[in-house]
């Protein structure tokens, strides 16, 4: 449920109504100073003025309007002390003014040291309040006056009181802050484990059910030739290719299954780029093109590769992810066009590699294909996870690209090559810009 978030005029009314009770404190204080103790301009103004903005400035810069607020009542005391020894007559009407702290000067620091005691850290506050008591002792037990009003016990006490609930109010947020974190680190660790068991359940379909089917056509394509009297070269061939892509799909599924199990949600497909991770065991690569495509031509396809660019080293993620938008297209090419004649394009550039493959139109109708539609979707995963694009788009002769620019350090830049879909293949294998 989300959370509803108070209007702006009322987040701002404590700072208003704070503003509004620092004016009030001022003017109390620039009276005070005047009428009871007669410091007059400039000192009266000052002192007392001073306590006003002290309780405003608090709002951001706590310390600096608490050594503000406590030097103003320590001068004005001073000060008031001076006119009470010399000028105050003795018939002066009891109890006196009230000193060291006038009562405005006693309510802004209050606000002061609250306001301190929430921003900052209990031991600041209590060193606050400590100086200030001793300040405050100081004034009134060592040096003393006549015919006053003592409020330094009076102002210790509540300064003592408004340090305690700001001490209080802080430390009860902090423990909100702290339970919600908590919260939220449940509820992620709970979602990573829900996370962890699904894929764990998927990986035991995996092996359950696909691996056990291609051991048994693996196994079966490798006793077919005995079960035929003479069998023919041809025959042998096509039956050991079907045992070697079984085999090849159950080494394939090893390593999805090993994904699948891992505790690293953050690198589903192994990469291993940029995260430390390291693969269980060995990730295909672009070495492995070639046998890629020699297996590609054996099942019926036209291929033919094309290298352009100085073959710089690249990133594990990158070689991996080039090597399966390949694959994934050379599947797409084989599914749905069949006898097509297919051009696989790697150009290498300092920025990274830019992956291209284009089929021509088939030659003969595709046959249905049980495929669920995740294969283009599984690419552009591939390449967004490195920070690179990819673009699909069929051709004006009825074919098929598939473009993909991948970044060597794993974030597209604005100059990087485009993936634009412009190369047309025809049904011999030419490209669309190449003479007959």
């Not at 702290?101 to 929430?118: D, E, N, P, Y």
């Not at 691996?211 to 069998?231: C, K």
């Not at 297996?295 to 991996?320: C, D, F, M, S, Y």
Request: aromatic fraction near 4%; proline fraction near 8%.
């Amino acid at each position: 449920m989300p959370t509803l978030s108070r209007p702006r005029w009322l987040r701002r009314l404590p700072h208003v109504v704070l503003c509004w009770i620092a004016l009030a404190l001022g003017l109390a204080g620039v009276a005070q100073m005047n009428d009871t103790y007669r410091l007059g301009f400039p000192l009266g103004v000052v002192t007392g003025a001073a306590q006003g903005v002290a309780v405003v400035l608090a709002l951001w810069r706590p310390v600096p309007a608490w050594w503000l607020s406590l030097g103003a009542a320590v001068v004005a005391a001073a000060a008031a002390r001076q006119h009470m020894v010399v000028d105050i007559p003795v018939d002066f009407p009891s109890p006196g003014p009230d000193w060291p702290w006038t009562m405005s000067a006693l309510i802004a620091h209050a606000f002061v040291l609250f306001l301190l005691a929430l921003r900052l850290p209990a031991r600041a506050a209590i060193g606050a309040l400590s100086v200030t008591a001793l300040l405050t002792y100081v004034m009134q037990g060592l040096i003393g006056g006549q015919l006053y009003h003592s409020t330094g016990l009076l102002a210790v006490v509540v300064f003592a009181a408004v340090v305690l609930l700001g001490i209080a109010l802080r430390g009860r947020r902090e423990a909100r802050t702290q339970l919600v974190e908590q919260a939220s680190q449940t509820e992620e660790e709970r979602a990573r484990r829900t996370l962890l068991e699904e894929r764990s359940r998927i990986a035991r379909e995996l092996h359950d059910v696909v691996a056990h089917h291609m051991s048994v056509i693996s196994i079966q394509a490798q006793v077919a030739p005995h079960l035929v009297e003479n069998p023919s070269d041809e025959l042998k061939e096509n039956l050991e290719g079907i045992r070697q892509n079984a085999l090849e799909a159950l080494t394939e599924l090893r390593r999805v299954l090993g994904v699948l199990r891992s505790e690293n949600p953050d690198d589903p497909y192994g990469l291993g780029a940029g995260t430390g991770a390291a693969p269980n065991s060995p990730q295909p690569t672009l070495d492995r093109l070639d046998a890629l495509v020699e297996n590609t031509r054996a099942a019926g396809l036209r291929v033919t590769t094309e290298i352009t660019g100085e073959q710089l080293p690249l990133p594990p993620g990158v070689e991996l992810s080039a090597y399966r938008i390949v694959q994934e297209a050379l599947s797409n090419a084989l599914r749905h066009a069949p006898g097509s004649a297919v051009r696989v394009e790697l150009w290498h550039f300092p920025r990274g590699l830019q992956v291209r493959v284009i089929n021509s139109r088939p030659e003969r109708p595709a046959p249905p294909s049980p495929g669920a539609g995740h294969g283009l979707l599984g690419m552009r995963e591939r390449a967004a996870m490195l920070g690179g694009t990819l673009v699909t788009s069929e051709t004006s002769h009825g074919g098929f690209v598939v473009a993909a620019f991948l970044p060597r350090d794993g974030a597209a830049t604005g100059d990087a090559p485009s993936t634009a879909p412009s190369t047309d293949v025809d049904r011999t294998g030419r490209t669309g810009d190449e003479s007959p």
